[in-house]
């Protein structure tokens, strides 16, 4: 099981983290490939403006594919499997290296934003999919440890990403084209180990009515004396649901019977995407500066940022089968809450008092650790958990576009809320995060230790009344 959650980590949620990571890196190289290029092609200067829109397109355009990576994955992971459409993504993200790769040596910027298109719906499939196959194989009492693999993996591709990124390795003006290049090696590793790997047991049963092979996966993942508990819970769904097909995404909007689930995967989406660690990356740097890090040593001191995520998916990964979904993410958002507080008081006196940044730096990290214990981790694995098996695809596909969404919109307003709002953002970003944890306080039961079928009673009542 261990093994099979790094199989799909590696080229699944890890490529997301890891090329949202190394764009940061080869910026100012980016910026003189694009006047070279330009001024070779056309003879004449770049405008500075139509460089900065070049630029955000490179950025952004990752989102975009994200999106319609998010909307294609629900239908891959039902017609070509979990395993299948996992296998069939690592095509699209060698395709994308091979286009960044050679657009520095060619002298064609068209293609640095075909591959970047092309990598964000990579990362939109792998987000989408791996999830599903991570919650479908794992017993009820391990499901939230490994459902945590998405974000351990996702956090260390940010690392290993800011890691790679440095100038001392792949961030320099000599390898960045190989920098951009490198999520190939994530998808050839996947495609050397995930085969070795059964598709899920629930695919097999309920989609496929394939229950020999179902038993011979079951026997792979839990042994052959453990695996009959999963077996007679597997059937009990696929007899609840009586032959129904995968439901699409318009579906879900309009069956009653799954609308609070619905509506709490959307808020807390929205909730994860806008919660404000965006806001917190982009202030990092003023914080280190006012804290007396030198410009040269800011690079090294934000991979502590990164080894912070990562270490707080792991911590999480620990913790959510004995503490329970519920209370890390309510408590979470309620953290982040205080810290967002505490940087707006740090950042108002921060001229005035010496020992002032230091207290910005702490409440920085503290955020980064609240957002890891909480949204940060839990998000994913309670979308797989909220929905049985024929209305899960389309939930992720749902939960994914509001995502990318919400991801690309942050994106483009963000610069605008801080340039009006200046530290004062974060106070929008204190009610969000204080509003989602209300929300999830009175709507959503804990999921540990239930299985699908048990968690969907816990919410009948509030999709059809008490008196049912």
């Not at 309620?334 to 006196?349: D, E, K, P, Q």
């Not at 995502?403 to 919109?409: G, V």
């Not at 994106?411 to 200046?422: A, Q, S, Y």
């Amino acid at each position: 099981l261990f093994l099979a959650v790094c199989a799909v980590g590696i080229g699944g949620t890890f490529q997301y983290g890891y090329n949202v990571s190394i764009i940061n890196a080869p910026t100012q190289h980016i910026h003189r490939f694009l006047n070279e290029t330009w001024t070779s092609r056309y003879h004449k200067e770049l405008n500075p403006d139509l460089l900065t829109f070049l630029w955000s397109v490179i950025a952004s355009i990752f989102s975009l594919g994200g999106l319609c990576g998010a909307l294609i994955g629900g239908s891959m992971a039902i017609q070509l499997g979990r395993k299948g459409a996992l296998l069939i993504n690592n095509g699209i993200a060698i395709l994308a290296s091979i286009l960044m790769g050679i657009s520095f040596p060619t002298g064609l910027f068209e293609l640095l934003i075909a591959g970047r298109f092309l990598i964000g719906i990579n990362s939109g499939i792998g987000l989408c999919v791996q999830p599903q196959y991570i919650g479908e194989v794992a017993p009820k009492h391990l499901r939230g440890g490994m459902a945590m693999g998405s974000s351990i993996f996702l956090t260390g591709g940010i690392l290993i990403g800011q890691i790679i990124g440095l100038r001392e390795l792949l961030g320099g003006e000599t390898y960045w084209p190989l920098l951009l290049s490198s999520s190939c090696f994530p998808a050839f590793a996947q495609l050397l180990f995930l085969p070795w790997f059964p598709e899920s047991p629930r695919y097999l049963l309920i989609d496929r009515g394939d229950e020999l092979s179902c038993a011979k996966a079951l026997k792979r993942f839990h042994g052959s004396s453990e695996y009959r508990r999963e077996m007679e819970d597997i059937q009990r769904e696929c007899f609840a649901l009586d032959g129904e097909k995968p439901r699409k995404p318009w579906q879900l909007f309009t069956d009653r019977g799954v609308r609070w689930q619905l509506i709490t995967v959307i808020v807390m989406t929205m909730g994860q995407q806008l919660s404000g660690i965006n806001a917190i990356y982009f202030y990092a740097t003023y914080i280190f500066e006012q804290a007396g890090i030198s410009a040269e040593k800011i690079p090294y001191v934000t991979l502590g940022t990164g080894a912070c995520e990562c270490l707080t998916a792991l911590t999480c990964g620990l913790l959510i089968d004995y503490v329970g979904r519920r209370y890390l993410i309510i408590g979470g958002y309620l953290l982040m809450t205080l810290w967002s507080i505490a940087l707006t008081f740090s950042l108002t006196y921060q001229e005035l008092y010496s020992w002032m940044p230091y207290v910005s730096m702490t409440s920085l990290f503290a955020f980064i650790l609240s957002f890891g214990l909480g949204p940060g981790g839990i998000t994913n694995t309670l979308t797989a958990e909220l929905f049985i098996q024929s209305s899960r695809p389309a939930a992720y596909m749902i939960g994914g576009a509001i995502s990318w969404i919400s991801f690309f919109t942050i994106g483009m307003l963000f610069p605008f809320i801080v340039n009006g709002l200046k530290h004062y953002c974060f106070l929008v970003f204190l009610l969000e995060c204080s509003l989602v944890a209300t929300f999830l306080f009175l709507v959503i039961p804990e999921t540990k230790n239930k299985s699908f079928l048990e968690i969907k009673k816990e919410f009948h009542k509030l999709n059809f009344g008490r008196n049912t």
